[in-house]
């Protein structure tokens, strides 16, 4: 039987050629944390770690040697063996992010070594393609940002997109301008989702739901403070539009809390950062309980898009009906060279879908090459 020999973290980074920004900090260039666990008979897997890749890295380094010489089919042993190492320093937050990048990189190794693709090891995909929506619309410094926001808005829509998010968190009024714009270019052809990225107090939250509540808004992401568990509650209460968030959420009792509170409409794990396959299975299973709809946040590289493709495919809504729509991914269409150019196969949506690999492990491959140019340290 296979052991694990070798876990190894690598930091790719790409500047942009164009800064971005959103309510909370400005992109000037894309840094991940990679993953690669590698057996004793030299096959390995892939992973990511959504968070500070420094720190990811760190963190993995930390995790690495409770692992070696372990066997790779035991992913939930494994994650016991990490999670008990690191619960008193960080139940949440970055270290959580890094046995997330080592566990996702277990279940690419355990699907290939099986034979088998990871939505198999989940129990199974309910579909072919996945349906995706468009992440994009940040803000820049240009001008006349309202418009290039709205054609932009087009262009994914004409691209076959079927759900397009938006930025808001300028403040009220600018986003409520910005959202109005948007949903005037792209009519009825497309679904619109808002995020602040927890920009807004309670107030201001209703105030902007009370100024886009005739655009048709399908959520309303992080619109408070992902501590404001009751602010959520209250808000999700008064609101007419659907309440999304959890992207800032990390393991079953962080989500557990969440829904406890009643908090969401729509759950937004990200398996890169809230525990890995491992957790993101206890989460939805809670999420299932509390008749929460589940779509994962995703904003990597093309490991961590295959992760919740390979996820989300295996994922019903609930409470189950014929007819029933399906979940969405996201699929960030912001400049990222990361995503587009360091695996293999580059994922592309036809009609707003994107079919799900049927080849072992997460069915991604990445060039050695290709990494080195990101600037990754790797043999
Ligand atoms: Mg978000």
Redesign the pocket.
């Known amino acids: 039987m296979a052991k694990i020999a070798r876990v190894e973290a690598f930091v790719v980074s790409q500047a942009l050629a164009r800064s971005f920004h959103f309510s909370q900090w400005r992109y000037d260039r894309r840094t991940v944390c990679l993953v690669r666990v590698t057996t004793d008979d030299g096959r390995y897997g892939w992973g990511e770690g959504y968070g500070p890749a420094e720190v990811v890295r760190a963190g993995v380094e930390f995790f690495a040697p409770l692992i070696i010489g372990g066997d790779p089919l035991a992913t939930g042993a494994l994650w016991q063996t990490m999670q008990a190492r690191g619960q008193d320093f960080a139940r949440r937050g970055v270290l959580l992010a890094a046995l997330s990048a080592i566990d996702v990189a277990l279940w690419d190794l355990k699907g290939k070594l099986l034979g088998v693709p990871v939505h198999v090891l989940l129990g199974g995909k309910r579909r072919e393609a996945v349906s995706v929506y468009a992440?994009g619309l940040y803000f820049d410094d240009g001008p006349h940002l309202t418009e290039r926001l709205a054609a932009e808005a087009v262009g994914y829509v004409e691209a076959g997109f079927r759900a397009v998010?938006m930025k808001v968190g300028l403040g009220v009024e600018a986003d409520a301008a910005n959202v109005r714009a948007v949903r005037t270019a792209i009519g009825g052809r497309a679904k619109l989702m808002i995020?602040s990225?927890h920009a807004f107090s309670l107030r201001e939250a209703l105030e902007l739901v009370r100024g886009v509540q005739d655009c048709d808004i399908s959520w309303f992401?992080?619109p408070l403070s992902p501590d404001d568990y009751e602010g959520y509650r209250e808000l999700r209460a008064r609101s007419s539009i659907p309440i999304?968030g959890g992207?800032c959420e990390y393991g079953v009792a962080g989500f557990h809390q969440l829904f406890g509170a009643r908090a969401v409409d729509i759950v937004?794990p990200d398996i890169c950062a809230c525990g890995g396959f491992t957790e993101v299975q206890r989460i939805a299973a809670l999420a299932r309980a509390h008749f929460v709809h589940l779509t994962p946040?995703c904003?990597g590289t093309g490991i961590g898009f295959a992760v919740g493709l390979h996820f989300i495919s295996t994922v019903d809504m609930l409470p189950g009906r014929m007819n029933l729509p399906e979940p969405f991914l996201?699929m960030d269409r912001t400049e990222n060279a990361l995503r587009d150019e360091l695996t293999v196969p580059r994922f592309q949506p036809v009609d707003g879908r994107v079919n799900v690999p049927v080849v072992p492990g997460l069915g991604i491959e990445i060039d050695p090459a290709r990494l080195r140019e990101f600037g990754a340290n790797v043999s």
Do not use: M
């Open positions: 992440t998010k995020d990225n992401e992080e999304a992207e937004q946040h904003w996201e």
